[in-house]
């Protein structure tokens, strides 16, 4: 049996000589929004997480032109502090948690399974309208106005203000939260149960794309950890609705108890965001160096380990809110042994670049980013797990680029190459890259001009949420807020490049980066079935030295056999 199927509403374009593919096969804004296809589920979350991080963006450049100059430039310190709440949020929930597997691993990972979809398609659908209703809820708390919680909703803050007062801004966001949760839930018990179900015959968990293996321990973290967050902002919800006293201390609460349970989720949520940037850097390097991946199980390993690791180190966010001796030095500890794994995958792609025919394309540049960026971060978190150390740069600028330098210079780095790397496959359209390349170049010296100052005025004690400074740290923030304006342009002309690649690119050859991993073997853009027949596959993704050039160039290599479905 084949996957092959009539699909009703098709359009004209394989009369016309074309082959069908996934944006052709079904026309009119109705086979959008009810679609069961993976394909363009995906393409709908990459249009909702652009969305929000653009949201998010524009937040935080208010922010920075804010904090330019001394006193007030744009807003009282009570608007300062809701912007400040908003990008945070914004940006944690509604972008980088969902980016890379709600866009990219939605589209994908069936793909590179040899499968026709995800496990439960419908389920799927349902996942994304959820993390829609849950993005609702949030614009109707910025509407109502005043959440300044800061994006933790750290307790007493979001208990302290009386719901009959009118502000119900805090519950409405806590709402959101807990709403997008339930979608990064259902997201990873599909994922899960289509790697486990849905592989083409031939495709043994040793022959998994690397991309897979960090989309599969991200699921598992989703499916684990999520809940936890989901009872906490329930909780939170009750205290502040009914005064039941959980939280706050004036109704006899505990609010490090909210902290406990806020970091037992958020701790491994850092690896549900940073996870599939790495396993996007896994294709860019394996594709734009022509070598298998050294180390390949060690790798693939390390995305588990960090996905077990990352459920027990919460505690290394709170040394200083009290805990006991004992427990920081055992938290210190698991701190230092957590970063073994990611030492591996930073070693391994070393070696795989180690003579290696490196080329630098646009998506190979924000993979090199990410390596860099994230080893930064990755440091820099090293003195933070220091106990000493942690108690004088702890709630201090150092931190907020350590997690800036982790989370945009891993997860967006990440986000943007994947983008570069995988938009000729989802649109058929090849993009300028000379644009791409300007648009990097202000991407990475717009980043680091905006957090490298930041690093030094942590170490001098600036503390991290405050409206105002001290006139020491006045060269410093302007240095801060012109990175952001050269972050800000290099978004926009990457917007303008992709756009008009739409309108006027040219059109996309199957596998116009040479790549031997499978989900360049079928049709671009893709067939609404992914493959006419399923694939039997006989050779693992990153096996260049199988390949011919040709094979590669064209993307259907000998080895990558079509079959019937047994």
């Not at 593919?21 to 979350?45: A, C, F, P, Q």
């Not at 972050?487 to 690649?501: E, R, Y």
């Amino acid at each position: 049996m084949t996957v092959e199927a009539e699909v009703p509403h098709t359009s004209d374009t394989a009369s016309q000589g074309e082959p069908e593919n996934y944006l052709t096969h079904e026309t009119g804004l109705t086979s959008w929004l009810i679609t069961v296809d993976h394909k363009r589920i995906g393409l709908m979350y990459l249009m909702s997480v652009i969305f929000a991080f653009a949201f998010g963006g524009a937040f935080a450049l208010l922010l920075r032109t804010e904090l330019a100059t001394q006193g007030q430039t744009l807003m009282e310190a009570d608007t300062y502090n809701q912007v400040f709440t908003l990008h945070g949020a914004i940006m944690v929930f509604l972008f980088i948690i969902p980016s890379i597997p709600g866009a990219l691993g939605n589209f994908f990972l069936p793909i590179m399974l040899g499968a026709k979809d995800v496990a439960f398609p419908k389920l799927n659908l349902a996942s994304f309208w959820i993390y829609v209703l849950g993005s609702i809820f949030a614009v109707l708390a910025i509407v109502l106005g005043h959440v300044d919680t800061g994006w933790t909703f750290y307790t007493p803050y979001s208990v302290g203000r009386n719901v009959t007062g009118g502000d119900q801004a805090v519950l409405w966001m806590t709402t959101a939260v807990f709403i997008t949760g339930f979608s990064s839930i259902l997201t990873g018990v599909n994922f899960i149960a289509t790697v486990h179900k849905m592989r083409a015959p031939g495709l043994h968990w040793k022959r998994l794309p690397l991309f897979i293996w960090g989309v599969y321990a991200t699921a598992v973290i989703q499916v684990l950890a999520t809940p936890v967050l989901a009872i906490t902002v329930l909780l939170l919800f009750m205290e502040k609705t009914m005064s039941v006293g959980i939280f706050d201390p004036q109704l006899g609460g505990d609010p490090v108890l909210f902290q406990h349970f806020f970091w037992f989720y958020s701790h491994p949520a850092v690896y549900i965001m940073i996870l599939p940037g790495m396993a996007v850097v896994n294709e860019l390097i394996a594709t734009f160096s022509k070598r298998k991946i050294f180390g390949y199980m060690f790798v693939a390993m390390s995305s588990i380990s960090l996905a077990l690791l990352s459920f027990v180190v919460w505690g290394h966010h709170m040394f200083t809110s009290g805990m006991s001796e004992y427990g920081t030095m055992v938290f210190s500890a698991l701190t230092f042994l957590v970063a073994i794994p990611s030492g591996v995958k930073i070693f391994n792609w070393i070696a795989t670049l180690y003579e290696g025919s490196v080329s630098f394309e646009s998506p190979m540049l924000y993979g090199l980013a990410f390596l860099v960026l994230f080893t930064i971060g990755g440091l820099t978190g090293l003195f933070l797990g220091v106990l000493s150390v942690d108690v004088y740069l702890h709630d201090t600028y150092f931190v907020v680029a350590h997690f800036h330098y982790t989370m945009m210079g891993g997860t967006v780095m990440g986000f943007l190459g994947g983008l570069h790397y995988w938009w000729p496959k989802m649109t058929g359209k090849m993009y300028s890259e000379t644009l791409a390349r300007i648009a990097f170049g202000f991407v990475f010296v717009g980043f680091n001009v905006t957090f490298i100052s930041q690093f030094i005025m942590g170490s001098q004690g600036m503390p991290r949420r405050y409206y105002d400074y001290l006139d020491q740290f006045q060269p410093f923030h302007m240095t801060s807020t012109g990175g952001a304006y050269l972050l800000g342009i290099g978004f926009t002309i990457m917007a303008i490049m992709l756009v008009k690649s739409l309108r006027s690119g040219e059109k996309a050859p199957p596998n116009p980066w040479g790549s031997a991993s499978y989900e360049w073997m079928t049709t671009t853009p893709p067939h609404p079935h992914n493959f006419a027949e399923t694939p039997i596959i006989e050779r693992g993704p990153y096996d260049y030295h199988l390949c011919s050039e040709e094979e590669l160039w064209t993307g259907f290599p000998e080895d990558f056999k079509k079959g019937s479905e047994a």
